[in-house]
Every structure is written in C-alpha cells, then in structure tokens.
C-alpha cells in the first residue's frame, strides 16, 4: 500500500522541506536586522523581497498543479 504513495509521500515531504527551509530563512533574516540596527525602510524592503519569493514559489505549485490537470505538462 505504501508503494502507491511513494510519489505522493516525496511531494509532501519537499514541499515540507521547503517551508522549513523558508521559515530558518526568515528566522535568520530577522535576526541579523535586529542584530545590526537596520532602519524601518530598510526592514520593510528585506521583509518583501522575502515574501515576493516566497509567493513566488507558491504560485510556481499553483500553476504546476493547473497545468498537469489540463494535460499540459
């Protein structure tokens, strides 16, 4: 049974990594702008280049997902 899964399984548990992944990434990031004192603006402009990234890679799955289920990939 568990052999049928095992596409399904790796999937979940890439994009499992990947959300680790973004979430050490954050975590650092937020710590080395408090560390160095970084302005509001300068914070505000790290804190979106993150989030766009990370939105970006998000509708990359959304758009991967749509076109395997109309038979495009």
Known sequence: ????????IETFGLYGFYVI???????????????????????TIVWMVLFLGCAGFISKGIIEVFWESNGLG
Do not use: A, C, H, W
Request: aromatic share 10%.
């Open 21 to 43: 992944l973004f979430l050490l990434i954050g975590l650092s990031i937020n710590d080395v702008l408090k560390r160095s004192n970084v302005p509001t603006y300068g914070r």
């Open 1 to 8: 049974m568990l052999s049928e899964y095992t596409e399904q």
